[in-house]
């Protein structure tokens, strides 16, 4: 069973910097194809981030520059660094797994598996 939990949201000033976390099991996780995904109130879930099984790393024109996507496949742990926020950053974070390959920042309908969020809030 695919399980993915994320961490490290919380409430930060605009500037500020948080490191989210994703923990996964239940599957090969160094094969699959990650990504971070975020959702404000009354807007559609957007990509963030994403990685796949090759260090290919992918980037939303909107965090390019100050986001780090990274995964850590001894701790089956999928990370985004982001930096220099902004109130705009506001949002629940969802990390996302699948089995297929991608080579670009896949939209949400091609992720299969799921974690339940964390909140970042960012004050201006």
């Known amino acids: 069973q695919v399980q993915l939990v994320e961490s490290g949201g919380g409430s930060v000033q605009a500037g500020g910097s948080l490191r989210l976390s994703c923990k996964a099991s239940g599957y090969p996780y160094s094969s699959y194809c990650m990504g971070w995904f975020r959702q404000a109130p009354g807007k559609e879930r957007e990509g963030v981030a994403a990685?796949?099984?090759?260090?290919?790393?992918y980037y939303a024109d909107s965090v390019k520059g100050r986001s780090t996507i990274s995964r850590d496949n001894a701790k089956n742990t999928l990370y985004l660094q982001m930096n220099s926020l902004k109130p705009e950053d506001t949002a629940m974070y969802y990390c996302a797994a699948d089995r297929r390959w991608y080579w670009r920042l896949a939209a949400p309908h091609e992720y299969n598996y799921w974690g339940q969020g964390t909140q970042v809030t960012v004050s201006s």
């Open positions: 990685t796949n099984s090759f260090g290919g790393t």
